[in-house]
């Protein structure tokens, strides 16, 4: 990240930005035993507004009660600590992320003495993917790296260890000139994007993977939710990489990479190579939600 001023929560305390370091010998670092978040907050007319906190923040407790974690603070003091960091940053929009480290009292796997640090940062980012991905689409290439097999990791927690499969996948398909990748489970059925839950349409018919090795997307879950109340229906299944060649729309969904639509996969245009209709009008649904714009969902949104 790059130098700047601004302050980080860290272990209940704010921290000067330069100085939120921790030791060479910390754990995680080692092992990537760990569990973190992507939120973000937006604009709205009420003032900044954090989408969908309590989700993301049970959604951190899950990952750690699956990891064997214990947290060191309860889910108020987190919720707290993430309003924080975007008010007392002065960030109208945020990107906010909130971690469980282990720390630096041993090495070796047994991880057994050690503490859990939590750390929440927050700074402004943009479009993830550009904001010409997110009206034009993206090109997107199959991985020759699988996700997770179910047994290997804890496909379900967000766990850091797990993101060394997406860091693969992403950093082979832009070597070979894509924006994104697009990883199969272990069987060969279409898992997900890097950072991303995956949805296609055809016939007017909305279909995203089941959830097996892909997780559980809080912005796949918001999707869901808004399709169904514009009248479509959301079909989840196994869904192999030739039904989305064939997709009249495809697009990933995740909390950095908002609705990107997909353009291309595996260089074949997916219905007419462009942003389609559904995408569109689910993806303006969505900034208005988030933006407080739809009277709709104002549950979903906390003001900082
Ligand atoms: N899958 C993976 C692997 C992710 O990292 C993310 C981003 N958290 C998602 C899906 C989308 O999840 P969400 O919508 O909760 O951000």
């Known amino acids: 990240m790059a130098d700047r001023d601004g302050l980080i929560w860290y272990d209940g305390k704010m ?57 060191p603070f309860d889910k108020a003091t987190v919720v707290e600590a993430q309003k924080a960091a975007v008010r007392e940053n ?60 179910v047994n290997i990791t804890m496909c379900k927690a967000k766990a850091n260890g797990n993101y060394m499969n997406s860091i693969l996948a992403h950093q082979e398909a832009a070597a070979d000139g894509y924006d994104e990748a697009l990883l199969l489970d272990v069987d060969g059925f279409v898992a997900e994007g890097s950072g991303e839950n995956i949805f296609i349409v055809r016939n007017g018919k909305i279909y995203t993977p089941d959830l097996t090795s892909a997780l559980e997307g809080i912005t796949r879950d918001t999707i869901v939710q808004l399709a169904a109340e514009l009248g479509y229906t959301v079909i989840e299944k196994r869904i192999t990489r030739d039904e989305v060649y064939s997709a009249d729309e495809a697009f990933f969904t995740g909390t950095a990479a908002e609705v990107t639509p997909i353009r291309e996969l595996d260089n074949r245009a997916i219905g007419l190579g462009k942003r389609g209709p559904v995408t569109e009008q689910l993806q303006k649904m969505y900034f208005d939600v988030v933006t407080g714009k739809s009277a709709k969902h104002m549950d979903w949104l906390t003001i900082v």
Do not use: C, Q
Not at 117 to 140: D, P, S, T
């Open 15 to 71: 921290v000067p930005w330069r100085e939120a370091t921790t030791h060479v010998l910390t754990h995680t670092l080692h092992y990537g035993m760990g569990v973190f978040e992507g939120v973000r907050a937006y604009k709205t007319d009420k003032g900044t507004a954090i989408f969908r906190l309590k989700e993301h923040t049970d959604r951190l407790f899950r990952s750690a009660h699956i990891l064997g974690m214990k947290m």
């Open 90 to 149: 002065n960030l109208e929009s945020a990107y906010m992320r909130p971690m469980a480290f282990y720390g630096a009292e041993a090495m070796g796997i047994s991880a057994k003495t050690l503490s859990t640090h939590l750390i929440v940062a927050a700074w402004k980012w943009g479009a993830y993917m550009g904001e010409e991905a997110l009206e034009r689409g993206i090109r997107v290439k199959t991985s020759s790296f699988s996700r997770h097999h």
